[in-house]
């Protein structure tokens, strides 16, 4: 688990080998507000093993790592 600021406020990340959170439908990767879960878009196709927020100078942004090959859709070059 990680606290990350996406833009819509404080939330804490959690991450791992899940497919639900708070009852709906999630990918290993979901999203605490304090209240509630909400999905990530369309999550992950594998575990999520680690999360950390991150600003490489254009902004913060939420890093994740683990065994997967596909993000939100998108497939991501895993490491060699």
Not at 23 to 41: C, K, M, P, Y
Not at 56 to 68: E, I
Request: glycine share 22%; charged share 10%.
């Amino acid at each position: 688990m990680t606290p990350f600021d996406d833009g819509s406020g404080p939330g804490l990340y959690a991450g791992g080998s899940f497919t639900l959170a708070g009852g709906e439908g999630a990918n290993q990767i979901a999203r605490w507000s304090g209240t509630r879960w909400s999905l990530l878009d369309g999550g992950t196709n594998s575990t999520v093993m680690a999360l950390a927020a991150f600003d490489d100078g254009t902004g913060p942004a939420l890093c994740a790592g683990g065994s997967f090959v596909a993000a939100g859709g998108v497939t991501v070059n895993p490491a060699r």
